[in-house]
């Protein structure tokens, strides 16, 4: 563990005591995809409620690389490619995150080729590319594997067409809706898919004079047209998966804890299952109260593309059904590594037995005794604190880098509610 990579947390030994509010700051799955937008435009493009996560910091570095300027003070983030020159994406940098891959439909429509590593990001299971290769082929693109790197190529532009999603992807989506706008014709994009940080990339390419039909739907139709600078700043929309993170703490050991800063309609399926836990909420129209119940009720879980339980969420609401009554069972359809972090959890008393890859069951109500752990990946990072949390005795969880890069000052907002945690 490097310095100031460990979070030390004083457990509350199952007391529900965390009282106030929590602000939620802007999405990292929807900051990183206008930033990579961004460089679609000859001109400045200026966004507002950007978090400071060190995905933000890591994109901008790999847009400079590229070419383009990037400024980040304090919550305002400004992206100005009209220089932009490089196709060549870092492999460093662009293998530190799964965002990366969104790059190469912006570089492949507006500079006729792009070079770039197999993207990495989390540890959660297979993460191929093999979608956003087939697609761009059929737009005319050519393809070339050389050693670990990939090029597409496609210098006098993409064609138009039709492209169907064998399987929902969001970085697929909103890859191919960047790259449209510039393309020789229509183009059709077909199961796709509906996040509502989907939507938020729409309007900022609508932002910037695009044409686009549908971005929600399964059904996304962009037609050619001029980008141009923006003219008023773009403001991220608040990130539904730290409020679901936040909600899941406040379901284990709210007293009465607000999440401020949320558009509630983002969070239909999560506020479902806490609703069928017995969790006490209060549903504002940018804020949600909640309240620990004295009992928590078992349910029946599944991930599902948006509008179903985000994938983002289940580790976090792993922690709050190991304090259910009965029998949980957790259905994990997205990612077939995303329940391994569970091993940690058990060994801090949960009673969870994975089934298989993509199911696994728990049984509560067993309080969980402080381990020192590590984060593996962002979310089952953030499970972790929350584990710690309600836990008796003092935890480390570290890896707290691997937090930073979704979640901006995470200890601070949690002692501002009222958790013991600090970092060092
Ligand atoms: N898939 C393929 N081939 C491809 C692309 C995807 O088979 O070419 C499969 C994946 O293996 C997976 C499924 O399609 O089984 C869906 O994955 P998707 O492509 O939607 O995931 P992603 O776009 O790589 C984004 C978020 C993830 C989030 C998922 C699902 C970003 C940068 N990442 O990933 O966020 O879990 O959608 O909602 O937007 C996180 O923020 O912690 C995170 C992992």
Known sequence: MTSKNVFTIEGLAGKKTLKGSIPVYGAKNNVLKVMAAAILIEGESKFTNVPNIADVTSLGRIL?????????????????????????????????????????????????????????????????????????????????????????????????????????????????????????????????????????????????????????????????????????????????????????????????????????????????????????????????????????NSVKLRTHEYPGFPTDAQAPMMVALTQAEGESTVVETIFNGRLNYTTELVSMGAKIAVVNPHRATVKGKTPLKARDIDGPDIRAGLAYILAAAIADGTSHVGNAHLMDRGYEAIEKRLAGVGLKITRS
């Open 64 to 296: 400079e690389g590229l070419g383009a300027f990037v400024t980040h003070k304090g919550s305002e983030l400004t992206v100005s490619a009209k220089g932009l020159s490089g196709s060549v994406l870092d492999p460093v940098l662009a293998k530190s995150m799964r965002a990366s891959i969104v790059l190469i439909g912006p570089l492949l429509a507006r500079l006729g080729s792009v070079t770039f590593p197999h993207p990495g990001g989390d540890v959660i299971g297979e993460r191929p590319i093999d979608i956003f290769i087939s697609g761009f082929q059929k737009l005319g693109a050519s393809y070339l594997e050389s050693g670990d790197s990939y090029t597409l190529s496609a210098p006098n532009g993409i064609s138009g067409g039709e492209i169907f999603f064998r399987i929902v992807s969001v970085t697929a989506t909103e890859t191919f809706m960047m790259a449209a706008p510039l393309a020789k014709a229509p183009i059709t994009l077909k199961n796709c898919a509906m996040e509502p940080e989907i939507v938020a990339l729409a309007e900022f390419l609508k932002s910037c004079g695009a044409n686009i039909e549908g971005a929600g739907t399964p059904t996304i139709i962009i037609h050619p047209s001029t980008l141009t600078q923006p003219t008023s700043a773009f403001a991220i929309v608040p990130d539904r998966i730290e409020a679901a993170t936040f909600l899941a703490l406040g379901a284990i050991a709210g007293e009465e804890l607000t999440v401020t800063g949320v558009i509630s309609e983002h969070l239909d399926a999560v506020l479902e299952i806490l609703h069928m836990m017995g969790a006490m909420l209060t549903v504002g129209k940018d804020s949600i109260t909640i309240r620990a119940p004295q009992t928590l």
